[in-house]
């Protein structure tokens, strides 16, 4: 199981009237990146996801994997973004 899970994001889009992040903008997730954590460290990533981009532009999920061995690492809503490459490393 990864320690973290990070999300890659398109660039905030304005949103019209609605409650939501200050500044009203929106940011989408494009993909969902697993990463080990960074030394020392139990909920920042380390700098590079398990496919090997660079996390510092990623935000870390709110989301922990479970503790259920059956269970995805990823939260099930984002399962169509999921990095394929992530995912591959973890099936190992």
């Known amino acids: 199981m990864p320690e973290i899970v990070v999300y890659e994001v ?3 889009v304005a949103r ?11 940011q989408r997730v494009r993909k969902v990146h697993a990463a080990p954590a960074a030394p020392g460290s139990r909920t920042t990533a380390g700098p590079r996801t398990l496919c090997g981009k660079d996390t510092f532009a990623m935000e870390t999920a709110r ?3 479970s503790e259920d061995p059956g269970a995805p690492w990823y939260p099930a809503e984002y399962a ?3 990095c394929p ?3 591959a490393v973890l099936e190992v």
């Open 16 to 26: 019209r009237s609605s409650p939501g992040p200050p500044g009203g903008a929106e």
């Open 63 to 65: 989301w922990k994997p």
């Open 85 to 87: 490459d992530c995912d």
């Open 10 to 12: 398109d660039k905030p």
């Open 80 to 82: 169509s973004v999921v």
